[in-house]
């Protein structure tokens, strides 16, 4: 048989990583006779993904509501995959490093401006319906939006600001858990009952949270950026990104997201002004009082004090 010089190295590579775990290299290439050629529909998995979407109204418009929050779990379970590729990088240069993260920045600018779809994309009257067979459940649940958090900074950067003076940096984790700034949608300090909304959360992810946090303790973002040599942290690029996905996350998503609360709770005239998740929503998700800042050392005194005004 005349095997070409191209096909030989083929087979003696796949031999040597079928040696290497055991196994008969003769058995996986009779395998190939049989294996089904790969379509389309079963590499992206469509009907799995598309059997998804489950009303719970007859209102066309919770169908746009559905499906706009699946592509947010989507897009945030992608820029989870960019981060920990960042995070767990040894060794990391510069321009991976901006790279990066200027893939994980643009996720979330096309989150920003996509949110017109929530803003224009649905009729104020259906909306006010069907968010009635929602309540309690928030977005404010999302799991996958904390772990970005996580993932982003050190936990002091999102405690509480009201108590950020008085936490030790090194504070156990579950003390921390206690103070993060978004515990106050949904917990009396004065008393430390929380509601319904966050025990639940509380209830399914509390653990999966405390390991999170530990985990990404001396690996998240902003520590990566500070292990960096002094010359590197000031590589404009990546600067420039830092600050750019600090801004997108923190200020302009934000203020994209409160914009639409107040046209639909607030503006609307319909319903009582109260969020379906029951926080005292305008007061909790404008920038200026959560100052969430992923890399405080990045931004001036001034741009500090005018954070998210
Ligand atoms: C009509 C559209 C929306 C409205 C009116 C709205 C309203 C609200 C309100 C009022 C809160 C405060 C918590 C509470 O429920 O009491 C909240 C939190 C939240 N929502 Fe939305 N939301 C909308 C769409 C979305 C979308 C598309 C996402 C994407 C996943 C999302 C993610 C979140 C997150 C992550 C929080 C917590 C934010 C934080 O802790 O600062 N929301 N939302």
Redesign the pocket.
């Known amino acids: 048989m005349n095997i070409s010089e191209h096909r030989e190295t083929i087979l003696n590579d796949i031999e040597v990583k079928y040696d290497a775990i055991g196994q008969k290299t003769d058995t996986h290439l009779e395998g190939l006779l049989y294996a089904k050629p790969i379509t389309y529909w079963d590499y992206i998995q469509t009907d799995a993904l598309l059997s998804l979407q489950t009303q719970r109204t007859t209102l066309p418009d919770e169908m746009v509501?559905i499906m706009?929050?699946q592509v947010?779990?989507l897009i945030f379970k992608m820029i989870l995959w960019e981060m920990q590729q960042i995070c767990y990088c040894e060794n990391i240069q510069t321009k991976f490093f901006a790279e990066r993260l200027s893939r994980v920045t643009r996720y979330f600018d096309m989150l920003t401006t996509s949110f017109s779809i929530?803003e224009e994309g649905m009729e104020v009257e259906q909306?006010m319906k069907f968010r009635n067979t929602l309540t309690p459940a928030?977005?404010?649940q999302?799991a996958q939006?904390r772990l970005i958090e996580f993932t982003s900074t050190d936990l002091i950067n999102l405690v509480d600001n009201r108590f950020r003076a008085k936490i030790d940096r090194n504070t156990p984790y579950e003390n921390a858990f206690e103070h993060l700034y978004?515990q106050a949608?949904g917990k009396d300090y004065s008393t430390g009952k929380k509601s319904y909304?966050l025990e639940e959360f509380e209830k399914k992810y509390k653990g999966s949270f405390l390991r999170h946090m530990e985990e990404y303790n001396t690996i998240n973002i902003y520590q990566k950026f500070k292990q960096l040599p002094i010359d590197d942290q000031k590589n404009p690029e990546l600067v420039a990104a830092m600050r750019h996905f600090d801004h997108t996350v923190n200020i302009t998503w934000?203020m994209q997201?409160l914009n639409?609360?107040i046209k639909?709770?607030d503006h609307s005239g319909k319903g009582d002004g109260e969020?379906?998740?029951?926080?005292d929503?305008k007061k909790?998700?404008h920038p200026k009082y959560?100052r969430r800042i992923f890399f405080p050392d990045l931004w001036s005194e001034e741009e500090l004090a005018n954070w998210g005004l």
């Open positions: 509501f706009y929050h947010n779990e929530m909306y928030s977005g404010f999302s939006y978004w949608a909304l934000v997201h639409v609360a639909y709770i969020a379906t998740g029951g926080s929503w909790y998700m959560q």
